[in-house]
């Protein structure tokens, strides 16, 4: 048995489902677990099954146990600290360093447990069409949404533009995080300008307020609001139904972006994600990197 570990906010969560579904076509009795939302609640906590309709296979807390020692309850971590180890029958498998790209080998352990971010198509690319049926969205969306959509379904070139900001601002995310800039937004804006017939832009925000407030983005564009809490994931629901994209660094709109696929979308996405970590295959060969400086 194998186990993926399930955890941080939405977009990460995909990754690694993604993930977990790829694992399970080499090894049948993989499971995921979401434990970790019990001690350490997260963004809107654990989404996926709320969000999508999907039946993963959950491990239980003795198979984790099994596998590795990595309880996240205050009696594990206090235990740990002290140097108190318990003896496992399986090995703990971190994701490989994202810097040297994805690797194939990982799909070669055995009764491992396995926690990362896995942020690369190239982990799920032979399962595509299985990875969009698992992360069809759930319920309809909420009727404040659906002049959103209609005016999104109305334009010719819709265009979804995602301004992270939020805790991207915190000192400790400053430091990981190339935060998107002004000019980055520009810069994208006006090559979708170049490329597109007639772009609408709608623009997805943390701080709609904020980025309504700003002069980044020309007359005529857009500007979502209302969904917050646990209803936050239906921007990446009206996200995906753009025909066209500008993300931010995040995993949210990069889900939005790639569950939102027709035959000529054109993705813009900020050429460098981390400050300190490359990551070269975060971005899909097609979509078309901008600098972000």
Known sequence: MNIVKIHSGLGNQMFQYAFYLAMRHHHPDTKIDTSVYANRPSHNGYELERVFAIHPNHATLAERDRLADVGKDWFSELRRAIGWKRRTTGQLVTEPDPSSGWSADIWQVT???LQGYWQSERYFADITDEVREAFTFRLPLPKQA??????????????SVHVRRGDYLKPRRRDDFEVCTEN?????????????????????????????EQKWF???????SGNNGEQAYVDMQL?????HHIIANSSFSWWAAWL????????FAPAVWFHHHPRPDILPNQWIPVDVR
């Open 184 to 212: 980055y937004y520009r810069r994208a804006v006006r090559l979708a300008q170049e490329r597109l017939q007639d772009p609408v832009f709608y623009v997805f925000s943390d701080e709609s307020r904020w980025v309504s």
């Open 111 to 113: 009764d491992s447990y």
């Open 260 to 267: 939102g696929q027709y035959e000529d979308t054109v993705t």
């Open 218 to 224: 020309p007359e005529g564009t857009v500007y979502v």
């Open 239 to 243: 996200m995906s139904i753009c025909r």
């Open 146 to 159: 659906e002049p959103w959509a209609q005016s999104i379904q109305s334009s010719r070139d819709s265009v």
